[in-house]
């Protein structure tokens, strides 16, 4: 199982990007496909996931300002990320699991594949 992410780059304060995740080698639409993130010297934090191929969760601190989606025949997902701030620079993470509950969701230990990991900087 590979997970692919791609879509990270600098962006002004303000801006928008477009994160993407394709996954190869096993399928998760009963489970989750989703994006975590870390910032230098902080824990990997909760970003968005969606769950058996419809339901999206997003962490607290999005606020609106990002909408993930995923698409079943591509076997990816996307996070539309908008209204960047500096505080959201960090590595965003892909990450998906094939049989993982709603209660297990916002938390990084429960997953079993990840991508490589994008760079986000929002920087003027």
């Known amino acids: 199982v590979q997970l692919q992410a791609s879509g990270g780059g600098l962006v002004q304060p303000g801006g928008s990007l477009t994160l993407s995740c394709a996954a190869s080698g096993r399928t998760f639409s009963n489970g989750a496909m989703g994006w975590f993130r870390q910032a230098p010297g902080k824990d990997r934090e909760f970003v968005a996931v969606v769950w058996r191929g419809g339901n999206s969760y997003y962490g607290d601190f999005v606020k609106g300002r990002f909408t993930i989606s995923g698409d079943k025949a591509k076997n990816t997902v996307n996070l539309q990320m908008n209204s960047l701030e500096p505080e959201d620079s960090a590595v965003y993470y892909c990450?998906?699991?094939?049989?993982?509950?709603?209660?297990?969701?916002?938390?990084?230990?429960?997953?079993?594949?990840w991508g490589q990991g994008t760079q986000v900087t929002v920087s003027s």
């Open positions: 990450a998906a699991d094939s049989g993982i509950i709603l209660s297990s969701l916002r938390d990084w230990l429960n997953y079993d594949y």
